[in-house]
């Protein structure tokens, strides 16, 4: 296992466990699968700039360091499907119903309500992967939210269960250790067709936004460097990156 609890390191509280991942990752006791986990983020990360929020003690945020150096950059989006996957897994063993989705890129919902966010910052070094620091946030205990958040569900809003966090965090490690090691045996073919087979609103009629415009839809797939395939009602295709669609609904 790439992953066990001896290679974990814990803090009351961070400012960002992928911030201190990253200083950390170029040490050279640092192995792969070194993890840093946190009750409490003081300036949690989100992707596109965002804060990521997580009330202190109630929900898993913690950050992985990956090696990835078989992975050339060109090729990173693998790793966003094996990650969101790997979560994807993890949730289908401990939720009764099979209503776990990827929202394209790497967002985690059951049903339409978000449960995870990942925040995968690569350390690129030529052409070569040096560090790949995979942040998750998981909502887990916390059963209420401020309003700005969206669209927020966590386990136990589901299961009204209070989890003990160390053990979720252990349940979870192996399911990343297979979707890893497919990744590392260059099974993109099955990761791609598994991360399509979850995608939420995947050959659905929808609204999106593109250069201010909005347009009706749908994800027809997604291409190799990870970018939304969209085909209008009237047969245009649009390959956006993250910065480039947005999703009128949730
Ligand atoms: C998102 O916007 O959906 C991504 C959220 C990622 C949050 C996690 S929590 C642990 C890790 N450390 C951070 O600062 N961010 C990630």
Redesign the pocket.
């Known amino acids: 296992m790439l992953f066990n609890e001896n290679k974990i390191r814990f803090f009351d509280e961070l400012n960002?466990?992928?911030?201190y991942a990253s200083q950390i990752s170029f040490e050279p006791n640092i192995e792969e699968g070194f993890i840093v986990w946190t009750l409490n983020?003081t300036?949690?990360?989100?992707?596109?700039g965002?804060i990521?929020q997580?009330e202190n003690a109630k929900n898993l945020?913690?950050?992985v360091i990956l090696k990835p150096h078989k992975i050339l950059p060109a090729k990173q989006f693998n790793l966003n499907m094996a990650v969101s996957l790997s979560l994807i897994d993890f949730l289908k063993s401990l939720l009764p119903e099979n209503n776990v989705f990827i929202k394209w890129p790497?967002?985690i919902y059951v049903e339409k309500k978000?449960i995870?966010?990942?925040?995968i910052e690569n350390q690129i070094i030529g052409n070569e992967i040096e560090n790949s620091i995979i942040?998750?946030?998981l909502n887990v205990n916390q059963n209420k939210f401020p309003n700005e958040i969206p669209n927020p569900i966590s386990l136990n809003i589901i299961s009204l269960i209070n989890y003990n966090l160390n053990e979720i965090l252990l349940k979870y490690l192996p399911f990343l250790n297979n979707r890893i090691i497919q990744l590392y045996n260059i099974d993109f073919k099955k990761l791609k067709s598994d991360y399509l087979n979850c995608l939420l609103y995947f050959d659905e009629l929808k609204q999106f936004k593109i250069k201010n415009e909005i347009i009706n839809a749908k994800i027809i797939d997604i291409n190799e460097y990870g970018k939304l395939v969209l085909i209008t009602d009237n047969q245009i295709i649009h390959e956006c990156d993250l910065k480039e669609v947005e999703f009128i609904h949730n």
Not at 43 to 48: A, P, S, V
């Open positions: 960002s466990t992928n911030e983020q300036k949690g990360k989100g992707q596109k965002n990521w997580s945020t913690f950050s790497n967002d978000k995870a966010g990942i925040l942040g998750i946030g």
